[in-house]
Structures are given as C-alpha cells and as structure tokens.
C-alpha cells in the first residue's frame, strides 16, 4: 500500500547502530491537539475507538502522515488490557482513566483474571496487522508497567501522591506481590502477542515509578521488571523503559535487560550518561516548550541533539507526553529541524 520504502532509522538507534539522522516519535502524538483526532473523538468513546481496527490505525497513522515522524506507536492506552481482567475502568475527557473497583486487599487481587490477549483484545491485534500493511515506519507495541497500572487500579484514578498505593505496598507486602506477579505475567503475555502479530519494538511505561527512592524501587519493582524485559530479550524485538521524574533510579535501570531507556526532560541526557548509563538513550525536550518562541523550542532541540549524537543510539522524543494545545504546526516544524540537524553543522 505504501510505495516509500521502509524507514529503519528507529530501529537502528534502539539497536545503537549509527543512523544517517536522528530518528524521532512523540509520547501521545496522538491526541487531542490534532484536530483529525478531536473530530473522530467526538464521534466515539476512548475505549471504542479502541475497539474498531480502523480507526485504531487510522488514529495511529495521523501523526506518521502529518508529522513525518520515525515511528509509530499503537493508539490504545496502558489500561486496554485491565478491562478484560476485570477493572472497571472508563476513560474520562480530561481526567483519563477512572476505576469503579479499587484494589483494597489481596482478595481484590485474586480475583483479577488472566490476560489472553487472543480473545480478551483481539481488536488489538487486527490493529497491528492492518498497520503493518499500511506503515512504512516501525510500529511500537507498549503496556504499562506494574507500578504504574497498580497505581490507577489502587488509587482509583490520577494520582499526586501514590500514597495510597505506597500505603498498600508497605502495608500489604503479601497482597503486593502477588499484584506485582499478576500485571508481570500480563504486561509479558500482552507484549509478546503484540510482537507476535507485527509490533517491531516495544515500550513499557512505567510513568509514575519515580514516587518511589531507589531502594524501595530495588525492593518492591526492579525483580518484575526484570522478569518483564528478560522475557521480551527471547523475541529479539527492542525494549524501551521510560519513567517520569525518576532519573533517580536511572542507575537501577541501566541494569535491566532492556534496550533504551526513556529519559524526562529533569535529567540531562548529558548527566545520565556521566552518570554510568549506556543503554540507548530516548528523550527528552520538555513538552512544555512546544508552547515557547519558536527560537527558544529550536535552541533547546539543538542542545539536547548535541548531547544525544555524542554516541550511537539515541532516540528524540519528548519527555512527556505532548500537551492538547501544542500546535501541530510547531510538531511539524520541530520534526523538520531534527531531521536535519547535523552533528557539529
Ligand atoms: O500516541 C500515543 O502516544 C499512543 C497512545 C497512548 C499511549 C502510549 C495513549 C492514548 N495513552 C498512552 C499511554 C498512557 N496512558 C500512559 C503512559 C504515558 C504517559 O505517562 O503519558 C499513562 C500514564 C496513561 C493513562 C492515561 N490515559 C492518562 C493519564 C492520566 C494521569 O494520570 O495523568 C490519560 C489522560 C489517558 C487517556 C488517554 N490515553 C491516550 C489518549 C490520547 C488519551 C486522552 C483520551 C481522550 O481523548 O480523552
């Protein structure tokens, strides 16, 4: 269907193969900033436009076709496989994921199901196979990871704090567990079926782990994550781990066996390599910037392009996700910029 040929440079840059430019995507380049986006929204629920594979892909190609970016990465969201396991769980214009049944016991955690993705998402996975028809681009699978979805599933919804879920944690060590081992099981079985039907790379978002200090991070999450990527090595595809103010952990991280390691925009890609890490890098202009003067968004670009390119495998992005009234606009032209940017021009 798409006659260009098929653009590696993401997957090369995962691998910390040299690229002939630095490959970019953007956290949520779906979404409601585009107006293609905010027109097919209003005419479904989140979790519909979910459920139907075209739209599902056409959603997902917007921002390959409008932005010109180096990756694709499925629309679905961190919650699409709780439902199926038993979690209330409805997506809230400007809110995001809200849940009916919080977790408060190990007897809530018992009761969560088992994911088999072939009958609990297949929408998903007819997703990705019409994408792979359609992209010439790599397609990102992704989940969330077990601290994060443990957040939402105990909290009940967006969290400041997590301290009902730090609570839980500490109080219910035996609860926690077996809540850590169940969404390890499912975040693996959920990845590797998206990798099973096409996905090329994949991402874990483990957005509000940096609640937590390195050595409960140690304690209660780094032996799941583990589990997690060292399954994900098997399949050969490349793993990408990304955080939000958890540069703190980066140490932590640069252990596990996965690829790339996501990075927000508090630690400097500069600092994290001084620091030890030597995985590929991916990140990390603050989104917020998307709505400065153009000459501050470039100059800031520029800065964190010279650091990246220092050594082989790095990855821009944002460090979060792309706000709403980000102007497609400014994405275009920042897409533009990277791709021509030349290290020491
Ligand atoms: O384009 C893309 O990035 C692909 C689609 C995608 C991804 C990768 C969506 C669509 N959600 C996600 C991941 C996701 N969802 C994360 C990890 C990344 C991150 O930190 O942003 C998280 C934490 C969620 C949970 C979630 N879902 C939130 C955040 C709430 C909070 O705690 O602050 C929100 C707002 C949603 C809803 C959602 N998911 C995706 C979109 C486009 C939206 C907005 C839906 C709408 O139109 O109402």
């Known amino acids: 269907m798409n006659a260009k040929p098929f653009n590696d440079t993401f997957l090369k840059a995962c691998r910390k193969e040299a690229t002939e430019h630095v ?8 979404g409601r900033y585009q107006p293609e986006y905010r027109a097919i929204r ?5 979790f519909e436009m979910n459920y139907i594979p075209e739209v599902c892909a056409e959603v997902t190609r917007l921002p390959v076709e409008q932005l010109g970016v180096d990756a694709a990465i499925l629309f679905a ?5 709780l439902q199926p396991i038993g979690v209330d769980v409805n997506i809230e214009s400007g809110i995001g994921p809200v849940i009916s049944n919080p977790i408060r016991s190990l007897a809530d955690v018992n009761r969560l199901g ?25 397609l990102i699978g992704f989940a969330g990871a077990p601290f994060t979805l443990a957040s939402y599933m105990i909290e009940g919804g ?3 704090h997590y301290h009902k879920t ?20 499912m975040t693996i079985t959920y990845l590797k079926a998206q990798i099973e039907a096409g996905a090329q790379a994949v991402q874990v978002f483990d957005s509000w782990v940096g609640a937590l200090n390195d050595e409960d991070y140690r304690t209660y999450i780094a032996p799941v994550m583990h589990r997690i990527f060292s399954a994900l090595k098997e399949t050969g595809v490349p793993t990408i ?42 990140g990390n202009l603050d989104p917020t910037l998307l709505l400065a003067p153009w000459e501050m968004l470039e100059a800031k670009a520029k800065e964190i392009l010279e650091q990246g390119t220092e050594q082989p495998g790095y990855i821009f992005n944002l460090g979060h996700g792309i706000f709403p009234d980000a102007k497609v606009e400014t994405l275009q032209r920042l897409t533009q910029f990277i791709h021509s940017f030349k290290k020491n021009a």
């Open 166 to 185: 730090k609570a839980f944690m500490y109080t219910e060590p035996e609860a926690w567990q077996a809540l850590m081992d169940k969404l390890g099981d």
């Open 23 to 30: 490959p970019v995507w953007y956290m949520r380049q779906a």
């Open 42 to 46: 209003a005419k479904h629920s989140f």
């Open 158 to 160: 967006p969290s400041k």
């Open 241 to 282: 781990y990304f955080g939000v103010g958890a540069g703190h952990l980066l140490l932590e991280w640069n252990q596990l066996p996965v690829d790339v390691v996501g990075l927000d925009w508090r630690m400097t890609i500069k600092k994290a390599r001084e620091l030890g890490v030597t995985k590929a890098l991916q």
């Open 77 to 81: 969201d961190i919650m699409t496989p």
């Open 114 to 138: 088992e994911l088999d993705p072939l009958s609990h998402v297949p929408y998903i996975m007819e997703a990705i196979k019409i994408l792979r028809q359609q992209l010439n681009v790599p």
